[in-house]
C-alpha cells in the first residue's frame, strides 16, 4: 500500500507559479514512478508530468518549459513547479504512483486556479 497526501495548491494570477508537493507513505520501495495529472471541469483527468525511478521525466506538451518534476528521495516527496501559469492551467492536481501488478495509487487533489 502507497499512500500519497499532496500540497501546495491555491489561486494564481496569470503569469504567476506555484509548487505542488506530493508526499509518499507506505511501501514506497515498490513505486516505478510518479506522476501528477490533472482534471479541469467537464474533461477528462490528463497526464501532466510523470518521473521514474531512474529519474527519466516527461511531460505533457502543454506544460513543457514552464513545469517541472523533481524529486527529493530523503524526503519521500515529489514536486511539481509550475512557472508562468496560464487559466487554462486552471483544475484539480492528482499525485500518482505506479507499482507494478497493482492499481495505481492516487492523492486527494489539491485545487490549482489560475485568474486571467
Known amino acids: 500500500q502507497v499512500q500519497l497526501v499532496e500540497s501546495g495548491g491555491g489561486l494564481v494570477q496569470a503569469g504567476g507559479y506555484l509548487r505542488l508537493s506530493c508526499v509518499a507513505s507506505?511501501?514506497?520501495?515498490?513505486?516505478?514512478?510518479m506522476g501528477w495529472y490533472r482534471q479541469a471541469p467537464g474533461k477528462q483527468r490528463e497526464l501532466v508530468a510523470v518521473?521514474?525511478?531512474?529519474?527519466?521525466?516527461n511531460y505533457a506538451d502543454s506544460v513543457k518549459g514552464r513545469f517541472t518534476i523533481s524529486r527529493d528521495n530523503a524526503k519521500n516527496t515529489v514536486y511539481l513547479q509550475m512557472n508562468s501559469l496560464k487559466p487554462e492551467d486552471t483544475a484539480v492536481y492528482y499525485c500518482n504512483a505506479v507499482v507494478t501488478g497493482w492499481p495505481d495509487y492516487w492523492g486527494q487533489g489539491t485545487q490549482v486556479t489560475v485568474s486571467s
Open positions: 507506505g511501501s514506497i520501495f515498490s513505486i516505478n514512478a
Open positions: 518521473i521514474t525511478s531512474g529519474g527519466s521525466t
